[in-house]
T-cell receptor, first 113, second 112 residues
Framework: DAEITQSPRHKITETGRQVTLACHQTWNHNNMFWYRQDLGHGLRLIHYSYGVQDTNKGEVSDGYSVSRSNTEDLPLTLESAASSQTSVYFC????????????FGPGTRLTVL | QKEVEQNSGPLSVPEGAIASLNCTYSDRGSQSFFWYRQYSGKSPELIMSIYSNGDKEDGRFTAQLNKASQYVSLLIRDSQPSDSATYLCAVISNNYGQNFVFGPGTRLSVLP
């Protein structure tokens, strides 16, 4: 069955370290998204991609970067982790367009000490 | 004003009752609306999408959309304890590059 996976599921890191969260989908969806979820804020869009080599900034992109070298993967990199980036991170994908239903991965809980 | 607003709850209803979840949005040009359910510690999963004014029914769930009032709701009939979760309203907003904007979610508790 097609699916979307994230790794690691849990990560503890220290302030200032570079961290990469992986997202892999087997639906062959063109569109992929990264969100963070914090109490009181709901899900907020970090970065998104509409296809290979395409990346765009979302609402809360500062301190994060993504690259899209193939259809299946959209890794999220925290260049220099900060305590404010402690959160749960969800990757999602959709088929036809950004208006289409988004399917979410299981999430990564990141703690920055 | 936030882009998408929901009552945070918790909303408590007895088993078998109708649960009514509400959502308002600020972008008058929004055309696509979604309800997601999220169990504690899990990822959001789609319940329904709605694009036209009026009601859309799917089993025990009914989504209602009123674009003039910028209001979308989700009714859950014959609520079950398994419906206890956080319900997220999402709107495709022109103000955010035609991307999903999520409300903060309403926590529903269905009491046996």
């Amino acid at each position: 069955d097609a699916e979307i996976t994230q790794s690691p599921r849990h990560k503890i890191t220290e302030t200032g370290r570079q961290v990469t969260l992986a997202c892999h989908q087997t639906w062959n969806h063109n569109n992929m998204f990264w969100y963070r979820q914090d109490l009181g804020h709901g899900l907020r869009l970090i970065h998104y991609s509409y296809g290979v080599q395409d990346t765009n900034k979302g609402e809360v992109s500062d301190g994060y970067s993504v690259s899209r070298s193939n259809t299946e993967d959209l890794p999220l990199t925290l260049e220099s982790a900060a305590s404010s980036q402690t959160s749960v991170y969800f990757c999602a994908s959709s088929d036809s367009g950004p208006w289409d239903t988004q399917y979410f991965g299981p999430g990564t809980r990141l703690t920055v000490l | 004003q936030k882009e998408v607003e929901q009552n945070s709850g918790p909303l408590s209803v007895p088993e078998g009752a109708i649960a009514s979840l509400n959502c308002t949005y600020s972008d008058r040009g929004s055309q696509s609306f979604f309800w997601y359910r999220q169990y504690s510690g899990k990822s959001p999963e789609l319940i329904m999408s709605i694009y036209s004014n009026g009601d859309k029914e799917d089993g025990r769930f009914t989504a209602q959309l009123n674009k003039a009032s910028q209001y979308v709701s989700l009714l859950i009939r014959d609520s079950q304890p398994s419906d206890s979760a956080t319900y997220l309203c999402a709107v495709i907003s022109n103000n955010y590059g035609q991307n999903f904007v999520f409300g903060p979610g309403t926590r529903l508790s269905v009491l046996p």
